[in-house]
């Protein structure tokens, strides 16, 4: 069964019904069908399965990790990390989607995890706790009002579009968090 997308006039009001959606919610009917690594990768270690904003304790998840694993703050290091969780979650989220025939199902975060850690990626301010909140607070704002092209990306099915859309709120989160840094 393909996965249908949204007619026009529901895209209107995707995002907000997304978002709300996702605040308070339960696994889809199906997901204990999804092979075992794509969910373990696809949720990030099943935060992703959390009832209450997977979205937003995957983003979470991300920063502890980013906090915690200090090898993260070498720019080097983390562009690497992106670029593996760019190619695992491409690929979990893919599997995913595919399983559930849900568009961009809540359950994946992992591409919150990129885009957080996208958001992350500083020289200046490595490991600085109030740059860490600033971007993280940025990119749930960014993820959530999906500022273009982020929709675009947000529209294309299988896994490529799960992660670029957040891809893209990561970038916003670090020029807005570079910014606020600057200026304060």
């Known amino acids: 069964m393909p996965i249908s997308e949204p007619t026009e006039d529901r895209r209107t009001f995707d995002w907000l019904a997304k978002a709300r959606s996702r605040v308070w919610s339960k696994q889809p009917q199906g997901w204990e069908q999804v092979p075992p690594a794509a969910l373990l990768a696809g949720t990030f270690f099943y935060t992703g399965l959390s009832p209450i904003g997977s979205g937003t304790v995957g983003s979470f998840a991300a920063a502890l990790v980013y906090y915690f694993w200090h090898g ?32 961009d199902p809540g359950i994946v975060v992992i591409d919150e995890v990129l885009g957080q850690w ?67």
């Open 72 to 103: 993260l703050e070498n720019p080097f290091a983390l562009g690497l990390a992106c670029v593996v969780v760019l190619i695992v979650g491409v690929w979990a989220g893919g599997v995913i989607e595919r399983t559930l025939k849900i568009q």
């Open 118 to 184: 996208i958001a992350l990626f500083t020289i200046h301010y490595a490991g600085n706790l109030t740059y860490i909140i600033l971007a993280f607070l940025f990119f749930r704002i960014f993820d959530v009002i999906k500022v273009p092209p982020a929709r675009y990306f947000e529209r294309r099915q299988g896994g490529v579009g799960i992660m670029l859309d957040d891809v893209v709120a990561g970038l916003y989160a670090l020029l807005a968090a570079h910014l606020v840094m600057l200026l304060f």
